[in-house]
Nanobody, 125 residues
Framework: QLQLVESGGGLVQPGGSLRLSCAAS????????IGWFRQAPGKEREGVSC????????NLADSVKGRFTISRDNAKNTVYLQMNSLKAEDTAVYYC??????????????????WGQGTQVTVSS
């Protein structure tokens, strides 16, 4: 059964860092683009970052550029989201999503076929 499992969320102070992981089971991520999304209470789910199947192409939302980095280790079947200089407005449930494709990744949540259950990130002093 195809599954995505996020981990690494938690409570962190403003200015702190977290690294989220998105681990796949039941399939290999080699042929999938991956997106990271987040949803804060009362808000729409928004795209944060995405990465092509090889890792050669990445995109970041303007709100996280310079602070977040997406990467992947296909040998470990895992995609990462390194989040630095966290702000209170980064507080949300973070989700990863997968789409069988090689290059094109999207910040549109409708593009993706598979989703994880999410991990909570709370930035607060």
């Amino acid at each position: 059964q195809l599954q995505l499992v996020e981990s690494g969320g938690g409570l962190v102070q403003p200015g702190g860092s977290l690294r989220l992981s998105c681990a796949a089971s039941g399939f290999t991520l080699d042929y999938y683009v991956i997106g990271w999304f987040r949803q804060a209470p009362g808000k729409e789910r928004e795209g944060v970052s995405c990465i092509s199947s090889s890792g050669g192409t990445t995109n970041l939302a303007d709100s996280v550029k310079g602070r977040f980095t997406i990467s992947r280790d296909n040998a470990k079947n895992t995609v990462y989201l390194q989040m630095n200089s966290l702000k209170a407005e980064d507080t949300a449930v973070y989700y990863c999503a997968a789409k069988r494709a090689l290059r094109y990744c999207s910040g549109n949540k409708g593009y993706y076929d598979y989703w994880g259950q999410g991990t909570q990130v709370t930035v607060s002093s």
